[in-house]
């Protein structure tokens, strides 16, 4: 769906908060069969021996839970959650049974210098368990489209 929020309704610091989703099983296996057909995350007896020591959902199954959460999180940018690039971890796996939240926070604001109707929004994007331990740790470049081109920016700043 495309949103209504536009580069001058975000402020440095802003905070977007949603959830949840539960993750079964059988979206971990399904989602392994379809695109990461490793045997952590196709195989609950096999997956024991692996480095994760049990079934966990691959990363990509992550990512993409974590995409409907952002587009489900009321951030709801004007033009769409359109992404220019960033940075991604995984500091611990997901599992059966687990149910993912997600905090968004506005780090950064640049107005585009060189196309006025536009903006870039970097944001940290936390996917977190029920214990709210961080599953996924995503910075992300987001375009974020102007409503007004021709007016003052609203005031920048770095995390």
Do not use: C
């Amino acid at each position: 769906m495309i949103g209504t929020r536009y580069f001058e309704d975000l402020a440095v610091g802003q905070i977007f908060e949603h959830g949840s989703i539960e993750v079964t099983e059988a979206d971990i296996l399904d989602f392994a069969r379809r695109f990461d057909p490793q045997i952590f995350h196709l195989d609950a007896e096999a997956a024991k021996s692996t480095f994760f020591s049990g079934l966990a959902a691959s990363g990509w199954h992550t990512a993409a839970m974590t995409m409907r959460l952002i587009v489900d999180s009321g951030l709801d940018l004007a033009g769409g959650i359109i992404g220019a690039g960033g940075a991604l971890s995984w500091p611990r796996p997901v599992r059966p049974g687990d149910v993912l939240s997600l905090r968004i926070e506005v780090l950064e604001l640049r107005p585009s210098r060189s196309k006025p109707d536009r903006g870039m929004l970097k944001a940290r994007m936390t996917t977190l368990d029920a214990t709210g331990a961080p599953v996924q740790i995503m910075t992300a470049d987001l375009l974020a489209v102007r409503r007004n081109p021709g007016t003052p920016a609203p005031p920048t700043g770095g995390a």
